[in-house]
């Protein structure tokens, strides 16, 4: 699990503002990754549901990939130098979501 720090530390990083709402709601995605996975994941080419250390391994290596994930974000979205607000980080990730999920569904 990602700690709020880790991603904060990945906004200085990345040279991206981000409201301290918008921090909760990605550390609760992050989370969300292992702690609460759509019933009908599977891993790519491979029957059964992903356990829970391949899951960790995704969420962390998503935690890895932040401040590049935070630069996408704000380019993409046409953020300029304004702080990436929680329904930022929600309109880029609706378009997006499909594409970051290792799983099938």
């Known amino acids: 699990m990602p700690s709020l720090i880790e991603i904060v530390d990945a906004a200085r990083l990345s040279e991206v503002r981000v409201t301290p709402q918008a921090t909760v709601l990605i550390k609760n ?4 990754i292992a702690d609460d996975p759509h019933p009908r994941w ?4 491979v029957d059964g549901v992903p356990n829970a ?9 998503l935690t890895r990939d932040l401040p590049q ?11 300029g130098d304004r702080e990436v607000t929680s329904f ?7 378009k ?3 594409g970051l999920c290792p799983f099938d569904k």
Do not use: C, P
């Open 29 to 32: 995605v992050l989370d969300a």
């Open 53 to 61: 250390a391949n899951l960790r391994e995704y969420e962390r290596a």
């Open 69 to 79: 994930i935070l630069s996408t974000v704000r380019e993409q979205e046409g953020l």
């Open 88 to 94: 930022d980080f929600l309109h880029w990730l609706s």
């Open 96 to 98: 997006r979501l499909d």
């Open 42 to 45: 599977r891993f790519r080419g």
